[in-house]
Nanobody, 123 residues
């Protein structure tokens, strides 16, 4: 079965950096757009970034553009999210996602989810 396993979350001070990783198995990785979504306390799950299958086209939420970078390693079935200049409002559970659509931003329309990893940014 499909498994997406996130790692790399933690507690960091504002202005700091974290790198999230997601290990994917049980799917043809190169046929899936991979992404990261997040859910803060009392909020809906929201789009953060995606990287498409094929040419690895990237797409970011406006709130993280210029601070976060998504990448993928097709040889290792891994996807990463480098998060720099973190802000307290970035505090959330971050979820890895996999979807067969080329472009996806709607959290209600995702094929597979990971369990999530907590990121806490202190002020």
């Amino acid at each position: 079965q499909v498994q997406l396993v996130e790692s790399g979350g933690g507690i960091v001070q504002a202005g700091g950096s974290l790198r999230l990783s997601c290990a994917a198995s049980g799917l043809t990785f190169t046929s899936y757009t991979m992404g990261w979504f997040r859910q803060g306390p009392g909020k809906d799950r929201e789009f953060v970034a995606t990287i498409s299958w094929g040419v690895s086209s990237t797409h970011y939420a406006d709130s993280v553009k210029g601070r976060f970078t998504i990448s993928r390693d097709n040889a290792q079935n891994m996807v990463y999210l480098q998060m720099n200049s973190l802000k307290p409002e970035d505090t959330a559970v971050y979820y890895c996602a996999a979807d067969r659509k080329y472009r996806v931003t709607n959290s209600r329309d995702i094929d597979y989810w990971g369990q999530g990893t907590q990121v806490t940014v202190s002020s």
